[in-house]
C-alpha cells in the first residue's frame, strides 16, 4: 500500500532536503497537533530510503513509552518494506533499519554504543532537546558533526531556554489556521469559567510559568472543580473531553466531583502503574468513560480523535504549553460526527499574570476572540481590517540599522525592532533623556530590563543585537542567512495574502519574512505604544 502525504507533509520533507543540500542542519519542524508530525517523518525516512540517501539506519528519539510505539506503528505503516526495532528497557533491537529509541535508555554510554551506522537522526517532541541527556546522545550520533539531523514538535517553547544551542532554525512551521482552514483540523470555540475564589495573584512565578504545586492548591481551595463540573454540564454536555490540572491531587479531585455531577471522568498521571493507565484510557476511547483528568501526562503522545472538549484547569503563562493541552480536541474524527472543538479556560482573579488563551492557539494577529465566537471567524475578521500605514513622525540614523547584520525591522509606525522567535525586542525613544530605552514584548505585554537606562543609538543597538543573539539562533537573525534568498513558500505568500500585504515581483523568502514579521510586530508594539503614550 502506498500512503498519500498530505501537500504539507511533503513540502516539509522538501524544505529538509534542500536545507540539508545546502548544508545546514539540526533543523526543527513546527507542525501543530493534529498534522501528522509522526507520519511525515516516517515519510521522510521512506523517501530518503527510496533516494538512497540514507546510509545506514535512521534512528527516531522520543522520550516517553507512548510516543515510541506510536512512532513504531506508524513508521511500519509508511515504511513496509523495512524493519523497525525499539530500544528502551529491557527491548535492544538494533538490528533493526529504524531504530525507535528512548532518550533515557541512550543516555546510558553502553546502550548507545552498541547501535551504529546511524545515518539519520529524528527527534520527536524536539523541544524537550536542551536538556543535556538530549545533548549527549545528539553529540555521540553526530548530529554535530554531518550526520543530518530533524526535529519535530508542535512548538518550540521551553521555560529553560537553550534550544538555540540545538536547532540552527525552523526550516518548516505551519500554523493550526492554516489546517483549520484545509480542513484538516476541526474549528475551535472558547468558554471562560470563572472561578470567584481562585486568586491566582497568590501564586508565583518559576521558570516563566505558574508554579504547579501553588497552582493545585489555589484550584482545590477555591473549590475550582464544582465550577468546572457545573461548566461542563451547561457547556460540554455530549462532548468528551480530557481536563489538564496542575497536579496529580487536583487531578484526582476534578474527576470525583465530575463523577459526581453525572460526568463519569476517569483519571490517569505520570506515575500510576502502567496497565491502571491504559485501562482508564481504553474506557474513554470505548466511551465508557465521557472525560479524563490528567496532571500533565497528555500533552503529548495522546491521540483520542473523538475528543472535542479540553478544559484547561491549569492556567498557563506559557502559549507552548497551551497548544500542547487546547490542540488534543481540535482532531478531525468524521465518523463520530464531530464538528468542532471547545476550550474551557479556567480563569480566576489576576493582576499580574497574563494568561495563555484561544488566542495564542494561532501566529496571526488575533487580538481577541469573542465569547462563543470560533478562531477561524475572529481571524477573518482580523484580516478583513487592512493594516493603517502612518508617516514616520521623527528622524534616525537609519544607517546605523542598514549597516547591522542582525534583522533591524520598522514597524508601520516607526518603531525599530528585532525579530526573536516569540519575543520582540525593540527600542523606544526618551526625549527627556535623550536616548533609546531597550524594551521586550512578550506573552502580550511590554517588559523594561531591570536597570532600565537610556542609551545613545549606537549602544542601544548593540545592547540589543547582544540580547537577541542569546534569545534566538543566527539563523533566524542575520541578513546573510542562506534561507533568505530562497523562493518564498506557499504558506508566506497565503498570509500576505489574507492580511493584504503587498508582495514586490521577484521579492525572496527572505523579504517576504520581513513583511510578516512587520505585519505581526506592528499589531502589537503599535497599538502597545499608543496606549501607553
Not at 483549520?180 to 516563566?208: C, F, N
Amino acid at each position: 500500500m502506498t500512503f498519500q502525504l498530505r501537500p504539507y507533509q511533503a513540502d516539509t520533507i522538501s524544505a529538509l532536503e534542500s536545507a540539508w543540500a545546502e548544508g545546514r542542519n539540526r533543523l526543527a519542524v513546527v507542525l501543530p497537533t493534529g498534522a501528522g508530525k509522526t507520519v511525515t517523518f516516517a515519510g521522510l525516512i521512506a523517501s530518503r530510503d527510496r533516494a538512497e540517501l540514507l546510509p545506514g539506519r535512521a534512528l527516531v528519539i522520543a522520550h516517553r513509552e507512548e510516543l515510541l510505539h506510536q512512532a513504531a506503528e506508524k513508521i511500519r505503516a509508511v515504511v513496509p518494506d523495512r524493519t523497525v526495532g525499539i530500544v528502551k528497557a529491557e527491548r535492544d533491537e538494533t538490528f533493526a533499519d529504524v531504530v525507535v529509541a528512548s532518550v533515557q535508555t541512550l543516555a546510558v554510554p553502553k546502550r548507545r554504543e552498541a547501535l551504529r551506522d546511524v545515518g539519520l537522526i529524528i527527534v520527536d517532541e524536539c523541544h524537550h532537546a536542551a536538556a543535556q541527556t538530549y545533548l549527549d546522545v545528539l553529540r555521540h550520533f553526530g548530529a554535530w558533526r554531518d550526520v543530518p539531523t530533524a526535529g519535530f514538535t508542535a512548538t518550540l517553547a521551553r521555560g529553560d531556554g537553550g534550544l538555540g544551542d540545538v536547532w540552527t532554525g525552523v526550516v518548516y512551521q505551519l500554523d493550526i489556521l492554516d489546517l483549520i482552514e484545509a480542513g484538516h483540523l476541526v474549528d475551535v470555540r472558547g468558554k471562560r469559567v470563572v472561578v470567584d475564589g481562585l486568586d491566582l495573584d497568590r501564586v508565583k512565578t518559576s521558570a516563566g510559568d505558574l508554579v504547579g504545586g501553588q497552582l493545585g492548591q489555589a484550584l482545590e481551595d477555591s473549590n475550582a472543580a464544582a465550577v468546572v463540573a457545573q461548566a461542563y454540564r451547561e457547556h460540554a454536555a455530549d462532548r468528551p473531553g480530557v481536563v489538564f490540572t496542575p497536579t496529580v491531587s487536583s487531578a484526582q479531585v476534578m474527576a470525583q466531583v465530575m463523577t459526581e455531577a453525572g460526568i463519569p471522568t476517569g483519571v490517569v498521571w505520570g506515575e500510576m502503574p502502567r496497565e491502571e493507565r491504559r485501562s482508564v484510557l481504553a474506557r474513554y476511547g470505548a466511551g465508557d468513560l465521557q472525560a479524563v483528568a490528567n496532571c500533565m501526562v497528555l500533552t503529548e503522545g495522546f491521540d483520542a480523535p473523538h475528543t472535542s472538549c479540553a478544559v484547561i484547569a491549569r492556567p498557563t503563562k506559557s502559549p507552548g504549553l497551551y497548544v500542547q493541552m487546547a490542540g488534543r480536541a481540535l482532531r478531525l474524527s468524521p465518523e463520530t460526527g464531530k464538528r468542532d472543538a471547545l476550550i474551557l479556560d479556567v480563569v480566576g482573579a489576576s493582576t499580574r499574570h497574563k494568561l495563555a488563551s484561544i488566542v495564542d492557539l494561532s501566529s496571526e494577529a488575533v487580538a481577541e476572540v469573542r465569547e462563543g465566537q470560533s478562531l477561524r471567524a475572529a481571524a477573518e475578521m482580523a484580516r478583513a481590517v487592512p493594516p493603517t500605514v502612518l508617516p514616520v513622525l521623527r528622524v534616525e540614523d537609519i544607517d546605523v540599522f542598514g549597516g547591522s547584520r542582525i534583522r533591524w525591522l520598522r514597524t508601520y509606525r516607526g518603531t525599530w525592532f528585532i525579530p526573536a522567535g516569540e519575543l520582540l525586542l525593540f527600542l523606544t525613544p526618551d526625549h527627556t533623556a535623550g536616548g533609546y530605552r531597550l524594551r521586550k514584548w512578550a506573552n502580550g505585554q511590554t517588559i523594561s530590563p531591570p536597570r532600565d537606562e537610556a542609551f545613545d543609538l549606537v549602544d542601544a543597538m548593540h545592547w540589543m543585537e547582544a540580547h537577541a543573539r542569546r534569545a534566538v539562533s543566527s539563523a533566524l537573525l542575520t541578513r546573510a542567512a542562506s534561507w533568505r534568498s530562497g523562493r518564498p513558500t506557499e504558506r508566506q505568500l497565503k498570509f500576505c495574502r489574507y492580511h493584504r500585504i503587498p508582495v514586490p515581483p521577484g521579492a525572496t523568502a527572505g523579504d517576504v519574512a520581513d513583511l510578516q514579521d512587520v505585519h505581526r510586530a506592528s499589531a502589537r508594539l503599535d497599538t502597545a505604544l499608543v496606549g501607553a503614550a
